[in-house]
């Protein structure tokens, strides 16, 4: 079945540096991709919509100079935390449509669990 | 303003009873919904959807029913294993691109 897979599954930073996360769609081209942040006891929510060839879009209240996105091909997408603090601290998880349909399920990678000390 | 609510942060089930987790949306153009089980450490997986047109969705021992009047829809897992131990997460779309909208989820555990 189809898989997407996100690498590293867990990441400890100290503050100031960066830090890339990758998701893959192992079995399917995935032209969108999207990265969401899970807080303690909270709801995942979107922070971006990664666009394969094009510009990322962001929801409101999320840095973009912060979350860089890029997407370069239709199988990968990568999200960089730059200049991490303890607050960016959180669980990244990055999902992928297998069908066109936005009807089609989302597919999740397993997350990063991203500690910056 | 939440759209998308899941009321009880917790249900507890013996194993092999009916376990219910409900949700409720606000947002009247959501016309797709899905159910999501995510453990520890791991991403969510997709469990099971219902379009708007449907009031029961069935599949083996998970239906999800929608009432789209009350706005409000239930995912019934019958019988309840210990394998079921997650958290469940409710999504909601409002067609086109527009992205998936969570509710915060139930951590429901099945006590053998």
């Known amino acids: 079945g189809a898989v997407v897979s996100q690498h590293p599954s867990r990441v400890i930073c100290k503050s100031g540096t960066s830090v890339k996360i990758e998701c893959r769609s192992l079995?399917?081209?995935?032209?969108?991709m999207f990265w969401y942040r899970q807080f303690p006891k909270k709801s995942l929510m979107l922070m971006a919509t990664s666009n394969e060839g094009s510009k990322a879009t962001y929801e409101q209240g999320v840095e973009k100079d912060k979350f860089l996105i890029n997407h370069a091909s239709l199988t990968l997408s990568t999200l960089t935390v730059t200049s991490a603090h303890p607050e960016d601290s959180s669980f990244y998880i990055c999902s992928a449509r297998t069908g066109n349909s936005y009807n089609s399920p989302l597919h999740f990678g397993n997350g990063t669990r991203l500690t910056v000390t | 303003d939440q759209q998308v609510k899941q009321n009880s942060p917790s249900l507890s089930v013996q194993e092999g009873r009916i376990s219910i987790l409900n949700c409720d949306y606000t947002n009247s153009m959501f016309d797709y919904f899905l159910w999501y089980k995510k453990y520890p450490a791991e991403g969510p997986t997709f469990l099971i959807s219902?379009?708007?047109?449907?009031d029961k969705n069935e599949d083996g021992r998970f239906t999800v029913f929608l009432n789209k009047s009350a706005k409000h829809l239930s995912l019934h897992i019958v019988p309840s294993q210990p394998g079921d131990s997650a958290v469940y997460f409710c999504a909601a779309s409002g067609g086109g691109n527009t992205p998936l909208v969570f509710g915060k989820g139930t951590r429901l555990s099945v006590i053998a």
């Open positions: 219902i379009s708007s047109i449907k």
């Open positions: 079995d399917f081209q995935a032209t969108t």
